[in-house]
């Protein structure tokens, strides 16, 4: 069953055309990671989706419903929309615990102790149930992204965009960022863009080059990684996979 | 002789104390409510309602707060409107003190990220629930410097109400002074030091509050 369905979606900033006409579905719990070279408008894709930056052409569709429709409540649907940021977007004035349950309290309008005891259970399931009380700054950069893959969690969303979750991370603390959402892998869907090349080839039920605002290639990654039909896609897999650990992809 | 008027007229002395409090409480109070809401105006309403609290500023902190009290008290009775002198300075000095405000608030909303937005929405708030839960937070705890400074202006400028006749601490010292123009000195170095007193135990609560409220990660270290 088709969940996430992206119709021939445009988006420039100013005069700079950054999407050129990017069309793709995704299945219910699928995971897919989008690779490609910087600027070509992988982090706008994602915030096309849940319309932090609306596409100025096409259509995005989730479970049936059009988002990019003006008159659909995009507030509702971004409920069922979880979204990771590379540079995290904790709220600085709330503990761990609070991060993860102010979308249950003041959007789902849960009761306080039932919103905590939730938030409590996502952080546990991001291993930080520790954690809960401390703030964002007492917090390393592994932790904080997984406080914010918790609090997209909380939400019960049916899909959760991961924005280069760890490009912003000490190279010692990916690893956990990454084993949470390994562990995510079939129970939410989830659309990542990343680096991670191991991880992709591992993880991905499908891989996204894209390049120049467009799709070049997309398959499983292990048509992708050994087998590419496009030159441009075995060229930038093989010098990135050099780059990023792609021995561990095994 | 002397000593005995003074001591005599310590209890009009605290009489106008109550009323440069009560001058400053209400004044602020609504300087901070209209302060908040114009800099959120200014940064979230559409372009027009934006410029228009722009207008507001910029007329409201280019006025002498002397000829705002005159234009509010005696002005507006020309047309019509009668407010009392108390009334007409709470007006005078909340609605100054809310364009200095304003620009505190702004400052702080512009020094917190914009990714903090972006994360709200990505729950599912709306405009409203976001800047509610997740900017105005932020934004009050980072303007208690900036607040606490505008309170002791605002504490201080309530001696000029005394120019159209409200009875505050100021004017019942210019009463004194007129019974007995020995005690000026005197009387007026009491003054000084009954407003220095209340400045300085306020900006004291105000730090403590300052440091309570504190968002961790975002203290001032000193560096000597």
Known sequence: MVMLEVKNVYKSYGDVPILKGVTFTMQKDQTKVIIGPSGTGKSTLLRCINQLSPPDKGQVWLNGKEITDPKSDINKMREKIGFVFQDFNLFNHLTALRNVSIGLEKVKKMEKDAAHKRATQELTRVGLEAQANQYPAQLSGGQKQRVGIARALAMEPDIILFDEPTSALDPELIGDVLDVMKSLCGKVAMLIVTHEMGFARNVADEIIFMEGGVIVEQGPPKEMFTNARIARTREFLGRIGALYGEEEGG | ?224
């Open chain 2, 1 to 224: 002789m002397a000593l005995d008027t003074l001591i005599d007229s310590l209890p009009s002395l605290l009489n106008g104390l109550g009323v440069t409090l009560l001058l400053t409480g209400f004044s602020i109070i609504l300087g901070t409510i209209l302060g908040v809401l114009l800099a959120t105006g200014r940064s979230y309403a559409s372009r027009p309602v934006a410029y228009l609290v722009f207008i507001y500023e910029k007329v409201l902190r280019g006025i002498p707060l002397l000829v705002l009290f005159f234009l509010i008290y005696f002005g507006l009775s020309q047309i019509g409107v009668n407010l009392d002198a108390f009334t007409a300075a709470v007006i005078g000095l909340g609605l100054r003190s809310s364009a200095y405000q304003a620009q505190i608030y702004r400052g702080a909303i512009n020094s917190i990220p914009e990714g903090q937005i972006h994360a709200a929405y990505s729950l599912g708030m709306n405009k409203i629930k976001a800047i509610r839960h997740v900017i105005m937070p932020q934004m009050l705890r980072l303007s208690i410097p900036g607040w606490s400074n505008e309170f002791t202006i605002l504490l201080k400028d309530t001696s000029l109400a005394f120019g159209i006749g409200v009875i505050e601490l100021m004017r019942q010292g210019r009463y004194i002074q007129v019974r007995d123009p020995d005690l000026v000195l005197i009387v007026f170095l009491l003054i000084a030091l009954i407003y220095f007193i209340l400045v300085f135990s306020t900006n004291n609560i105000l730090r403590y509050v300052e440091k309570k409220y504190q968002m961790v990660g975002y203290q001032v270290e000193a560096h000597r």
